[in-house]
């Protein structure tokens, strides 16, 4: 049984908000690390994940990777290299575990409608939801005054899930302007019990790793699917509208230069194709080949520039991101953005997404709490005004998969999609 560290993360970094005692005495006690695992992984939010969209929709492929699949992906890097950092990797494991169970249906698009719908009641945004999820809403012990506090996880891995941790509008640079943010404004007792006033913006080691397995997994796995679905060429590049994403999405300072010199240091990994995929074994093998290869490249960058071996727990230590590894990253991911998430049959498929998340957010808004599940219902007859009223739907519709989205609104609206 591993046990990595356990010394750097005292009582404070144990604590629940509900005191639990242990629950094992004829066999070796879990941790309280180990003990959050497991929660997250038996979670019903976890289980939604496997119908949510990553990229492309679930259904549309056997091969293309959904939030499920991806969030495993995160975690066994994550793992892998709190592991190689000496952090605490059932900590990192669990963040990236829980990373996108705050994402509605239809990924990343579902979050803007979402954001847009919920303005009246402070927004929508996907890790602010997770916290919500772990802290509330996946309902596992109650307080003393009979609400829920969720799964009831410890502070450090709570602490390590919130990779945004400031409030709507309050993003430090250099998030300033971005529409990201971890918390609700009726969630912040919650977080300022996870929080120490001291920390400010700085997000815990933990929380750098999961981010970072995030980005590693999403740029390498997102170009794999497409490369498999027949819509990138790695032979076959278009460099100038990838590096106009690159510099509007994640990089704005990044020069043409810098970008071609990145993009022919990635050509030069032994194992990128020569040759375009054809769908023969011999093909897939030398696409996984190259994934592996492309992350464990990464994950040795960073792992040699900041310093490893550690120990790198909680506020001891920050990350270091080559900024060649930034610029790979980023052009992995614009890759996968120019050919896939822009294509106009996606688009299409997206505004058709959008317009049925708003029909639906609004005939349930209109219904009321009978139209909800029990849960949401509930909360929706103890919500004190309009925008409560609302968040309570958003937070419902936030819940579904991709396909109870759509048969909910094929039910109460009558339409199909």
């Not at 019903?44 to 499920?68: H, I, M, Y």
């Not at 919920?118 to 916290?131: D, S």
């Not at 302007?177 to 929080?195: C, M, T």
Request: hydrophobic residues 40%.
């Amino acid at each position: 049984m591993e046990r990595v560290n356990e010394g750097l993360y005292d009582d404070a970094a144990r604590e629940r908000v509900v005191a639990e005692p242990p629950k094992r005495v004829d066999a070796p006690e879990r941790t309280a690390f180990e003990r959050d695992r497991a929660r997250v992984v038996h979670a019903a939010s976890s289980r939604r994940l496997a119908a949510k969209t990553q990229v492309v929709g679930p259904q549309s492929d056997d091969f293309v990777r959904n939030r499920l699949t991806h969030s495993l992906e995160v975690a066994q890097v994550a793992r892998d290299l709190s592991r190689a950092l000496g952090s605490q990797p059932d900590i990192a494991e669990t963040a990236a575990l829980a990373h996108d169970l705050g994402h509605p249906p239809f990924g990343h698009n579902g979050e803007q409608a979402l954001a847009a719908l919920a303005e009246a009641c402070g927004g929508f945004e996907g890790n602010a939801q997770t916290l919500r999820i772990l802290t509330r809403l996946e309902a596992k012990t109650f307080d003393a005054d009979g609400r829920s506090v969720g799964l009831n996880l410890t502070r450090a891995t709570l602490d390590a899930c919130t990779k945004y941790p400031w409030r709507r509008g309050a993003a430090p640079a250099p998030f300033t302007g971005s529409p990201k943010f971890g918390v609700y404004d009726d969630d912040l007792p919650i977080f300022d019990w996870l929080r120490s006033p001291e920390t400010g913006h700085r997000r815990c080691v933990e929380a750098q790793i999961m981010d970072l397995a995030d980005d590693v997994a999403y740029s390498v796995h997102d170009v794999e699917d497409g490369v498999v679905a027949g819509r990138i060429d790695l032979t076959r590049l278009d460099a100038e509208p990838v590096w106009a994403i690159v510099r509007d999405w994640y990089l704005p300072d990044a020069s043409d230069d810098e970008l071609a010199a990145t993009l022919t240091g990635l050509r030069a990994v032994g194992s990128w194709p020569g040759s375009s995929y054809d769908g023969s074994r011999r093909s897939l093998a030398a696409l996984k080949n190259l994934t592996s290869d492309l992350i464990g490249r990464f994950c040795g960058a960073v792992q040699a520039a900041s310093g490893a071996p550690g120990p790198f727990a909680r506020y001891r230590a920050d990350l270091v991101v080559p900024p060649a590894t930034l610029r790979e990253i980023a052009v992995l991911k614009a890759i996968a953005v120019h050919y896939v998430m822009r294509s106009d049959d996606r688009r299409r498929v997206q505004e058709r997404q959008r317009e049925l998340l708003t029909e639906l957010v609004g005939v349930l808004v209109d219904r009321g709490p009978d139209a909800l599940d029990r849960p949401f219902g509930d909360d929706w007859r103890a919500a004190h005004d309009d925008a409560a009223r609302l968040r309570v739907v958003i937070d419902q519709v936030a819940s579904l998969t991709d396909v109870t989205a759509v048969s909910w609104h094929r039910r109460l609206t009558g339409g199909a999609r």
